[in-house]
């Protein structure tokens, strides 16, 4: 927190970097600190167009870390936070509390009081070396959040994970099901849906569940008519064992199909069983170098 930094010269990398996508770790590149806010800036001003987030402070703390950087600043965008200005964010924060040597920011960032700072009130100050870096593009889009956040809740993982430039992740707490899937030979690990988070859409996916080939479904069991209520279903494949309390981190691969009706328990199973063949194909073409690839 900043309320804990031991003052040395720092070379930041400030943003939000929801996802660290492409254009996020253009901007990290070269730093040693990066400096990043909790909650998101636009859950306190203005909470009711907050938007569903890609990562968790804990996973992107893991995300940045296997970034190489040393060391990660949260400040807490509070009421106090938000009333500074871009001028006492600078001479407190960036200099007076984190001796910024040099700082890098992608060109579209704002901060201060009403957004009102921007890359060319830091460029002009003399303390630290500043390093605007443009937005990145894949496939002719630029990459942001708000794209990639989209992708996902449509369910295009695959092209969600290119502008991540790492499968989107997902992670929860594994809860106690009603044992259906058990019984249908699929015995499956249940996640309820974090709110504050985006999933992909309702359907079946690839998926390797910490390191194990895993069918994910996501939706409400529409055969069994069961709950109205998004429930994500994991089978590990080549695994079974109690997962119960443990959280459990899904990294997403491909979609395979949409959420179905069947007319009964048979169909499902037959479905399932031909879903599985595909993810043990799609695990097998994508994870060679992958953690946990010898289980597939």
Known sequence: MLADVAPRPRRLALGEFDGVHLGHRAVIAGSDTVVTFEPHPRWVLRPNDAPKLLTTLEVKTELIASLGVQELVVIPFDDRFRAQTPQQFIDEVLVGRLCATS????????????????????????????????????????????????LVAAGDVAAAARFLGA??????????????????????????????????????????????????????????????????????????????????????????????????????????RLDVARVRELCGRHGAAGQGAGLC
Not at 118 to 143: I, K, M, S
Not at 204 to 227: E, K, L, M, N
Not at 229 to 250: M, N, Q, T, V
């Open 167 to 272: 499968p989107f992740q997902l992670r929860g707490t594994v809860v106690r099901g009603d044992g259906r899937g058990r019984r249908l030979g699929f015995p499956t690990a249940n996640i309820v849906p974090d709110e504050r988070l985006v999933h992909p859409a309702f359907g079946v996916y690839a998926a390797r569940a910490d390191g194990a080939c895993a069918a994910v479904s996501i939706g409400v069991r529409p055969t069994f008519g069961t709950s109205l209520a998004p429930l994500i279903e994991a089978y590990l494949l080549d695994r079974d064992e109690d997962l119960y309390g443990r959280k459990l981190s899904l990294s997403f691969i491909e979609r395979l199909r949409g959420e179905r009706r069947f007319d009964s328990p048979d169909g499902l199973v037959e479905q399932m």
């Open 103 to 150: 700082v890098s920011i992608g060109e579209n960032f704002r901060f201060g009081a009403q957004a009102a700072g921007g890359p060319d009130l830091l460029v002009a100050d003399p303390r630290f070396d500043t390093r605007v870096v443009r937005l990145v593009e894949v496939d002719g889009e630029v990459v942001s959040s708000t794209h990639i956040r989209a």
